[in-house]
């Protein structure tokens, strides 16, 4: 049984080093390559690749589909195991998927907990709040190279930010592929807070609401509608709880260094819930 750890990644080499840095210290582990994709870095993701002993690929079009598709191409292992380049990795982590795969009789999509933290350092023990029910979330999952070619791979049409994985996971679930949650195959999922600007926030919550409309326009299942919030029902909520009109007030809330940081944070969560929604509606209209 042999893993191929495959990342996408542009311009967060320091994060990368780290990630890769714990990957490296797996013990128990099985056999283990690792792939970097650089989707278009302009700084030192290659020397660190290269520091590491990772394979280095490079991907100058922006698309994390495209980016992880040529990562599948290249891998020799049988086993693939996604992972973002944010994140740090307990030494039994490798080991945790590999087990689950050798007990399967099915082929299956093995996730385990993403537990948020500020900083490297920050490593909790996961707890019922970092369960997920997500099929396929490439933060953290692996699977059977074959099964991920039989569907075809990542769809590269999701060029923006957000779903492209979601999308393929309803396509693995449609190919008998099962899905197993595992505690042990934990990781931390680095998140500064100074690097989660508004600005930023803003700009990947409006991506990942077309990438929502596209999801639903190629798979317009119950399933996709509940994953993207599509329906009825949560557009008439966030309509009534987080209204366009509102959204200038919650925006100076949010960024207001007077704000106490509980309402600070209460006016950011709604501002983004307003303007996913706005924008989902927006980009689901334009398809009809």
């Not at 798979?219 to 909520?237: D, F």
């Amino acid at each position: 049984m042999k893993f191929s750890v495959v990342i996408a990644t542009k311009d967060r080499a320091a994060r990368l080093d780290a990630a890769l840095d714990s990957l490296r210290l797996q013990g128990t582990a099985p056999p283990t390559e690792f792939i970097v994709v650089d989707n278009g870095s302009t700084d030192d993701t290659r020397r660190i690749a290269d520091k590491h002993g990772a394979r280095y690929l490079y991907e100058p079009i922006p698309n994390r589909g495209r980016a992880r598709n040529r990562g599948v191409a290249a891998a020799a292992g049988p086993y693939l195991l996604f992972v973002d380049d944010d994140v740090i990795v307990p030494a039994g982590f490798i080991a945790a998927h590999a087990r689950e795969h050798a007990a399967a009789v099915f082929p299956l999509a093995v996730s385990g907990p993403i537990i948020n933290v500020p900083g490297p350092s920050d490593r909790p023990s996961p707890n019922a709040a970092n369960y997920s029910a997500a099929f396929f979330c490439t933060c953290n999952v692996s699977v059977r190279k074959a099964s991920l070619e039989a569907v075809g791979g990542f769809d590269e049409q999701f060029d923006l930010y957000g779903w492209e994985d979601t999308e393929v996971g309803l396509r693995l679930r449609a190919f008998d592929v099962r899905r197993v949650f595992t505690w042990d195959a934990y990781l931390w999922h680095v998140k500064p807070p100074q690097a989660e600007t508004i600005d930023v926030a803003l700009g990947r919550t409006i991506e990942k609401a077309r990438m929502a409309a596209r999801l639903v326009r190629k798979a317009p299942t119950s399933r996709a509608k509940l994953a993207t919030g599509a329906y009825a029902a949560n557009l008439l909520r966030a309509k009534a709880l987080a209204p366009r009109s509102a959204q200038a007030l919650f925006a100076g809330i949010a960024t207001s260094p007077r704000a106490p940081r509980v309402l600070a944070r209460f006016a950011r969560g709604r501002l983004l819930d307003s303007v996913y929604v706005d924008e989902l509606e927006r980009a689901l209209g334009r398809d009809r």
